[in-house]
Antibody, heavy 120, light 110 residues
Framework: EVQLVESGGGLVQPGGSLRLSCAAS????????MHWVRQAPGKGLEYVSA????????FYEDSVKGRFTISRDISKNTLYLQMDSLRTEDTAIYYC?????????????WGQGTLVTVSS | QSALTQPASVSGSPGQSITISCAGT?????????VSWYQHHPDKAPKLIIY???HRPSGVSNRFSGSKSGNTASLTISGLQVEDEADYYC??????????FGTGTKVTVL
């Protein structure tokens, strides 16, 4: 069974940092591109970042570029999102998601999400 | 463009069919067949119901169907059921080499 489990969320002050993790199981982690998507309170889904199977290619939404870093550790079957210089507008539930086998930029499995709250 | 445009809400009675539109541009929906749709119930993970415009993942009801014309994609739910009440989001790959979501549509079953 495919499972994605996020962790690392919490309360942080503006300007602070957090590292989110997404533990993957039930599939060959190294064979799939992975993504982060977020949802602010009362808002819709917002795309955040993507990483290729090898980790050599990454993509970022403009609002997080230069502040967030996506990475993956194949040996640990884990996806990461390092979030620096956090702003109040980064407050959201953060989901990790797996791309489809055909790299269709569609997300066929999602985690339950981890809440990040940026507030003083 | 910050988001694809969807109607805020759509409603229908059980058994009816409803269609949700998703308007984009030639830089996203009109330029690629990488359009997907997600069903999102509160406090649950989003669920992929359509990918590559028209394809359904294994296990998704054939009451859900997708289409595209020009820069606009559509999701049709046939034989509306109470459990279809949820938020629905479209999504597309873009020329800026990233993904963009729609504004979301709340489906209400009357």
């Amino acid at each position: 069974e495919v499972q994605l489990v996020e962790s690392g969320g919490g309360l942080v002050q503006p300007g602070g940092s957090l590292r989110l993790s997404c533990a993957a199981s039930g599939f060959t982690f190294s064979g799939y591109s992975m993504h982060w998507v977020r949802q602010a309170p009362g808002k819709g889904l917002e795309y955040v970042s993507a990483i290729s199977t090898s980790g050599g290619i990454t993509f970022y939404e403009d609002s997080v570029k230069g502040r967030f870093t996506i990475s993956r550790d194949i040996s640990k079957n884990t996806l990461y999102l390092q979030m620096d210089s956090l702003r109040t507008e980064d407050t959201a539930i953060y989901y990790c998601a797996r791309d489809t086998p055909g790299l269709d930029w569609a997300f066929d499995y999602w985690g339950q999400g981890t809440l990040v709250t940026v507030s003083s | 463009q910050s988001a694809l445009t969807q109607p805020a809400s759509v409603s229908g009675s059980p058994g009816q069919s409803i269609t949700i539109s998703c308007a984009g541009t030639s830089s996203d929906i009109g330029g690629y067949n990488y359009v997907s749709w997600y069903q999102h119930h509160p406090d649950k993970a989003p669920k992929l119901i359509i990918y590559d415009v028209i394809h359904r993942p294994s296990g998704v009801s054939n009451r859900f169907s997708g289409s595209k014309s020009g820069n606009t994609a559509s999701l049709t739910i046939s034989g509306l059921q109470v459990e279809d009440e949820a938020d629905y989001y479209c999504s597309s790959f873009t020329t800026t080499l990233r993904n963009i979501f729609g504004t979301g549509t709340k489906v209400t079953v009357l």
